[in-house]
């Protein structure tokens, strides 16, 4: 009867230490983790992407890129994506400190958000916010956080933007206030 029960207490520790230290869950940890690491990274990074006609249809530089391939988006450091007008010349640059460019060609921009016209022949300068979603190749902007909206001669005070840089179209979705400078001789 000792025996037996001896033999049963030695199974049961076996047990528990096997069920303590089972190696399937570490190896989904680790797994986990992997999942967690990019793929690779690289820095100062600028990619240029032509048209049919040989043109640059778009063009993103970053200080640093890590790409997570089973996760699927590609993550950058102080992104600058420069948006072109239909005579192929750059118009709209927009810059950031993060962002994520997601697979269904959504970049998704957050902190210091700011983007600025280039051209320098449209009345809107500059909008800045905190956070930006641009949707390509459509280049729709948008955003529910607060915007500022800087022009010539005015400034524009709002919560939520909606864009559509091809049509020249800007709305906010919340108006806050409108100041405009009134310069006297």
């Keep these: 009867m000792k025996k037996m029960l001896v033999l049963?207490?030695?199974?049961?520790?076996?047990?528990?230490?096997?069920?303590?230290?089972?190696?399937?869950?570490?190896?989904?940890a680790n797994y986990a983790d992997?999942?967690?690491?990019?793929?690779?990274?690289?820095?100062?990074?600028?990619?240029?992407?032509y048209d049919e006609q040989g043109y640059v249809a778009d063009y993103i530089q970053a200080s640093r890129l890590e790409f997570f391939e089973r996760l699927g988006f590609t993550q950058f450091e102080q992104p600058k994506y420069i948006l072109f007008d239909a005579e192929h010349l750059p118009a709209w640059e927009v810059t950031s400190q993060f962002g994520i460019w997601l697979p269904?060609?959504?970049?998704?921009?957050?902190?210091?958000?700011?983007?600025?016209?280039?051209?320098g022949h449209e009345l809107v300068e500059r909008i800045n916010t905190d956070n930006l979603e641009l949707l390509l190749p459509s280049r729709l902007l948008q955003t529910t956080?607060?915007?500022?909206?800087?022009?010539?001669?005015?400034?524009?005070?709002?919560?939520?933007?909606?864009?559509?840089?091809?049509?020249?179209?800007?709305?906010?979705?919340?108006?806050?206030?409108?100041?405009?400078?009134n310069e006297q001789n």
């Design 34 to 49: 992997r999942e967690l690491l990019p793929d690779y990274i690289a820095e100062q990074v600028t990619r240029r992407v």
């Design 145 to 181: 956080a607060a915007v500022k909206i800087l022009g010539k001669g005015f400034y524009i005070n709002g919560i939520g933007l909606q864009a559509d840089l091809t049509e020249q179209k800007l709305r906010i979705v919340k108006h806050l206030e409108t100041v405009y400078a």
């Design 104 to 119: 269904d060609d959504k970049i998704i921009l957050e902190q210091d958000v700011i983007i600025s016209n280039v051209n």
């Design 8 to 28: 049963l207490v030695i199974a049961l520790v076996l047990t528990a230490t096997y069920l303590w230290f089972n190696p399937a869950e570490q190896a989904d």
